[in-house]
């Protein structure tokens, strides 16, 4: 006579039961598994990526090493600094010359929002004058109970300046997300210019890359580098003697030479 199991009988069949509500339960653990990991991005998933990546102390030292003729050591910084009602970030943002960091030669408001559902595009990166960017120099590396309230900051964004729409890199290359303005570029007047253009890459580990330029009426080039993007990479934590090496203390006449048609002399 054979066993239970043998036969189909109740120990077998109870065998077989366990068994597959065993393979259920893997099937839907691994179903849901599956759906957490390629759960879809959402567009302000995006916007907050780029406003993180765009944060913290960046510089060009690498780059300015590698070619000093056409690139200064940067140092680029951005911080939140608000929250608009619909969700934007408003990001504060100075560049300075890294061996003068308390004197920032450009100070703007970034906004980081989604871009809208009919546009093809993921994030919209616009950047505002600040009415007084006097009251805002060294806003990041200050503490914040010394820093402009999240009001005050939304009442000192003054006219629009720029905005470079991104999307998301294709698969396999450096970038998470790259974009430009628009063909044309928006109104300038800055040295002779009738517009301007930019175009922001954003690498991975943090890393951004930016390319700013002016044009004149005829389509000639009168500000902004002209030889690629400036390479901002993150900050290593740096020591004084660092910032005051032989390497970026520049005779001052031979940046007087160099400043013409750099990329300080864009606005």
Known sequence: MGTDSESGGP???????????MKTILLIGGALLLKRLTKATTRWDHARLVSQSLCGEKNSREQAGRDPE????????????????????VLYFEQAFWRTPQKPFRQRFYMVKPCQKEMRCDVELSTYAIRDMEEYKNFCD??????PL???????????LTTIYLHRCERGKRCLYEGATPPG????????????????????????HTWDRGYD???????????????????AVSSFNDMF???NLS????????????YVLQE
């Not at 056409?70 to 934007?88: K, Q, W």
């Not at 009426?217 to 900050?235: C, H, L, M, S, T």
């Not at 005779?251 to 048609?261: K, T």
């Open 11 to 21: 120990k077998g069949g109870w065998v077989r039961a366990r068994g597959l509500v």
């Open 70 to 89: 056409h690139y200064f050591n940067l140092r680029m910084i951005t911080c939140p600094a608000a929250e608009m009602v619909d969700g934007s970030k």
């Open 142 to 147: 200050r503490p914040k109970d010394q820093r």
């Open 150 to 160: 999240p009001e005050e900051v939304i009442g000192d964004i003054a006219e629009h």
């Open 185 to 208: 570029g928006f109104p300038n007047s800055w040295n002779g210019a009738a517009c301007c253009t930019s175009e922001l890459a954003v690498l991975k580990n943090n890393e951004i």
């Open 217 to 235: 009426d005829d389509g000639n080039q009168v500000w902004g580098v002209k030889e690629g993007p400036y390479e901002f990479k993150p900050a």
């Open 245 to 247: 090496s032989l390497s």
């Open 251 to 262: 005779p001052l006449s031979s940046i007087d030479r160099r400043i013409e048609g750099s």
